[in-house]
């Protein structure tokens, strides 16, 4: 897929602000810190995300428009600990009522840092994309921190630990946004996507 044009449009505070706009939402989502911004820049080649090294900072379901054709959404990330307990769960009810109610969410990109172990956090919230019949796949980030090996290693014990809930693991995506790894991947999926509606 060639990206022509990426803007961003509106940010909403919950889904009832979202308009009905007919077009297919792609979202991304991802523990505070695990690269997102990163992600959507490198993805859009355009820098619409801002890019913070303090976690937390996207606090709304941002919305951008690609190629005038869908949309990619930005969500809050989940898990930063240093939030109030008050904004945790607005967040995570945030990220619960799109994930699960939002009528034109059409995939979820869930985003892992490569280099860590299987986080219980993670974990939790895609055995309940699962419970829920949530349409998503895993992006494992910042890939070229660590050698090929070690990458190897880390998203085969990640294979592992989701093969006990699951016969059929999700799409794998390996990213990452310094040497633009894993965009065409990324885009061509979205592309496939678009055609089959």
């Avoid at 796949?137 to 910042?142: D, M």
Wanted: charged residues 25%; glycine residues 6%.
């Amino acid at each position: 897929m060639n990206i022509t044009s990426a803007e961003f449009k509106f940010s909403s505070g919950k889904i009832s602000q979202i308009p009905n706009h007919g077009k297919r939402e792609f979202a991304f989502i991802g523990r505070s810190n695990v690269g997102k911004s990163s992600l959507v820049n490198m993805l859009t080649g355009r820098n619409l995300a801002k890019v913070s090294s303090t976690p937390g900072k996207t606090q709304h379901i941002n919305h951008f428009l690609v190629n005038d054709s869908w949309w990619l959404v930005d969500l809050p990330g989940y898990g930063y600990a240093r939030t109030s307990r008050n904004a945790r769960e607005s967040f995570a009810k945030i990220i619960t009522d799109y994930v699960t109610a939002a009528p034109a969410m059409h995939y979820l990109f869930v985003l892992i840092d490569s280099r860590h172990e299987a986080m219980k956090i993670d974990l939790e919230f895609m055995q309940m994309l699962g419970r829920e019949g949530v349409p998503f796949g895993i992006v494992f980030t910042k890939s070229d921190k660590l050698s090929a090996r070690q990458l190897r290693l880390n998203v085969e014990a990640y294979k592992k630990r989701l093969s006990e809930w699951w016969e059929e693991l999700p799409n794998i995506f390996i990213t990452s946004s310094e040497h633009r790894k894993g965009r065409d991947e990324i885009l061509d999926f979205i592309e496939e996507c678009l055609k089959d509606c």
